[in-house]
Every structure is written in C-alpha cells, then in structure tokens.
C-alpha cells in the first residue's frame, strides 16, 4: 500500500512569491492534515481537510490556504512569501477526523525562501 | 494555553543503556497521548497512542506510560538503530488539533 507522497520535495523560491505543495494521501484515507516543521517551534498544526471541507486552522496567517479534492488528495498554498517561511512542510493523512487518529506522515517539502 | 514540553532536548546513551524520555502536557481534558519516531528527511512514524492515566503500551525496546500530567516513553537495552528524533504529542477534549512538543534527539553509540 503506497503511503502519503508529498510534491515537490524541495522548493526555493524568493521573498514576495507564491507557493503551492501537493499531497496525496493513502488510499481510503479522508482526512489531510498539514504542519510545519521548523527547528525552533517544532511541528505547528496549520490545517485540516475531511471530505473536502477545512475542519480546522491553526493559528497562520491567512497567506496560508488550502483544499482538498474529491479524490482526497490536497494542496496548500502560501502567499507572499517570507523568510519566516521556510520550513518543512508535512503533510499527514488519516482515516476518519476527530483528533485521536493514528496519522500516518509524507517525508515532507521542504521549502526555502531567499 | 494548551502546552506538551518535551526533556531532555537531546540524549546521548551506550547501545545497552536504558533510559526515559519524558512529556509533560498541560492539556485539559486530555483525550489522546501520541508518540511518533522521526528519523532524519522522513516525516514522523506512529508509535503509541495512550488514552487514560495508568495505561501502557509496549513495542519491541520501547515502552510507554501514561500518568495524569506526563507521559514517558522507556527505552530498554536501546540499539543504534534507535536513534532518532521521538515526538509526543496531545488531543485536548473537546478539539481534534494535535499539539506536538518539540521533541527528544536521541544518539544510541555502538
């Protein structure tokens, strides 16, 4: 069973531009969940996708989106770059919402912005 | 403000010397208790999820136990292979947000 594939791995973008990541989770899995991962704050909740429909946000500004198709798979987007920015974008997928599934994680993009 | 700290920062052990990392959580209504192994380039890797103070989980070396404001994860005769970045994190009652701590680095020397 293939697991959560994250696209692109890396990403180098400059201050000002946009960014979309892509996530595709296991194969029956409805919910998505994205974090961001830096060294100093760890692993900070941003989103969550069920059945098309954003669940719940975590404290980002609203240069952070996302969504989720039909067929589960999702992308986030980041506006307007800054270099507070970069980190490494994981993507998280389970089978059902609720706050007490197992999460199964992509090996992440990691994003880098000059 | 719901809060999961995690200690030590980093640990340094001999392959064979056992040892606790601990989390403590400030999470009121705490309905999930989660460990995960992070190894390096990978995301993080379920390990065990623990509900209600008292309860414990085992899974080859690793062993984890719940209390009513802290969790540790026990790692018994731990091997290089070991080593990585362990993760705990939280579910409060009545949210579905998962709050991780910063997590233990954990070195196992051959």
């Known amino acids: 069973k293939a697991g959560v594939t994250q696209t692109p791995r890396y990403l180098i973008k400059t201050r000002g531009q946009q960014v979309t990541l892509s996530c595709s989770p296991i194969s029956g899995h409805r919910s998505v969940s994205w974090y961001q991962q830096t060294p100093g704050q760890g692993l900070q909740f941003l989103f969550e996708y069920f059945s098309e429909t954003q669940r719940n946000k975590g404290n980002f500004p609203g240069r952070f989106s996302g969504r989720q198709f039909s067929n589960s798979r999702s992308e986030m987007n980041v506006s307007t770059l800054e270099l507070g920015d970069s980190a490494l974008y994981l993507c998280?997928?389970?089978?059902?919402?609720?706050?007490?599934?197992?999460?199964?994680f992509g090996s992440g993009t990691q994003l880098s912005v000059l | 403000e719901d809060q999961v700290t995690q200690s030590p920062e980093a640990l340094r052990l001999q392959e064979g010397e056992s040892s606790s990392l601990n989390c403590s959580y400030t999470v009121s209504g705490l309905r999930g208790l989660f460990w995960y192994r992070q190894d390096p380039g990978k995301g993080p890797e379920f390990l065990f999820t623990?509900?209600?103070a008292g309860e414990e989980k085992e899974k080859e070396r690793l062993k984890a136990t719940l209390t009513k404001k802290e969790s540790f994860l026990h790692i018994t005769a731990p091997k290089p292979e070991d080593s990585a970045t362990y993760l705990c994190a939280a579910t409060q009652g009545g949210s579905e947000k998962l709050v991780f701590g910063k997590g233990t680095k954990l070195t196992v020397n051959p």
């Open positions: 623990l509900y209600s």
């Open positions: 998280a997928s389970s089978l059902s919402t609720g706050g007490n599934e197992k999460l199964f």
